[in-house]
């Protein structure tokens, strides 16, 4: 059992701690906008049509390479996109419904592809299942150089939208009716919860990563009612998320750190829910107690005067 200082010391450790933290620092921010659109379910679709996609790379090329299976996930979460914002469009059927239905179809066919590589002959898939539920232990320096990457171009593309996607967040027949296309918008916000899903199915799974996309944010959304606010806090939560999933699992004997940070991103959630300043239980307890406490002392002299005109005392 090592402490924390003896793991931190370990360049592979750090490797996985800085990407970890990168990864839920990007993905706490990106789910802020997904969470107030509503499509929380987004990113699960996105995460689970991933995994037939590194099914087909495997296949194609015959071999685990990183990024072959990032390029297959890639392609395979960019035809559930399409598949999604076409029902939608063309079709009476809700985006929620649409969601389900993509969620089920890619993940079902990603189970059957995975079957049929471990019946083939040459179908060494060790590994594959890896990405059902992630291997952080297996990234570099390569990796986290690339995590790097592409959470700063999150970040980036995040604040320079800022406006827009707030204002689509919120009021999209506004944001319409003075000229946004926000049918370009949406899908542009679904090609970002993607980009930031492919970057995080190798340490946290196509399982997990709707976890790692959503529960930061909801856990921001406790505390505060402005969007700069809780998207900062929600990126906050993830980044911490991620570094206490990789320290927990290394300290442990043998313990999955994809699973562990969104266990991380839970217990924040539940803080948050009872201690949050904005809608956390507790606070909410408080402020009815003490608009209880004022109702009462505001009664008090109006029965102190009743009772001396009744010629009784107030505590009788």
């Known amino acids: 059992m090592l ?49 037939p996609g590194v099914c ?135 090609l970002l919860i993607l980009v930031a899903v492919v970057t995080g199915i190798q340490a946290v799974g196509v399982v997990l990563m709707a976890a790692l996309l959503i529960t930061p944010a909801v856990a921001a959304r406790y505390w505060t009612e402005k969007l700069g606010t809780m998207v900062v806090l929600s990126g906050l939560f993830g980044a911490i998320s991620g570094a206490l999933g990789t320290l927990f699992s290394t300290i442990g004997s043998n313990m999955p750190t994809g699973p562990l940070s969104v266990l991380a991103a839970t217990a924040w959630f539940l803080v948050s829910l009872v201690f949050g300043a904005s809608k956390g239980l507790m606070p909410k307890l408080l402020l009815k107690w003490s608009a209880y406490r004022s109702v009462q002392k505001a009664k008090l002299p109006y029965e102190s005067k009743r009772a001396q005109r009744e010629g009784v005392s107030v505590g009788d």
């Open 3 to 51: 402490t924390w200082l003896e793991a931190l010391k370990d360049p592979n450790t750090q490797w996985i701690l800085y990407g970890s933290s990168l990864l839920g620092l990007s993905g706490g921010v990106l789910g802020s906008f997904a969470y107030l659109r509503k499509q929380s379910l987004m990113g699960d679709a996105l995460s689970h049509a991933a995994l």
């Open 56 to 190: 087909a790379a495997f296949m194609v090329t015959g071999s685990k390479s990183i990024l072959g299976f990032l390029a297959g996930a890639a392609i395979s979460g960019l035809l559930a996109t399409l598949s999604i914002g076409w029902m939608t469009r063309h079709s009476k059927i809700k985006q929620d419904t649409a969601l389900g239905i993509v969620l089920s179809v890619f993940f079902g066919f990603g189970i059957v592809l995975l079957t049929q590589i471990q019946h083939s002959p040459s179908g060494n898939q060790s590994g594959l299942d890896k990405f059902l539920f992630g291997q952080a232990a297996s990234m570099v320096m390569k990796d986290v150089y690339t995590m790097a990457g592409v959470s700063v171009l999150l970040l980036l593309v995040c604040s320079l939208f800022y406006k827009e996607l707030k204002l689509t967040s919120f009021d999209t027949g506004f944001a319409k009716g003075i000229g946004y296309p926000t049918a370009l918008l949406d899908q542009f916000v679904l």
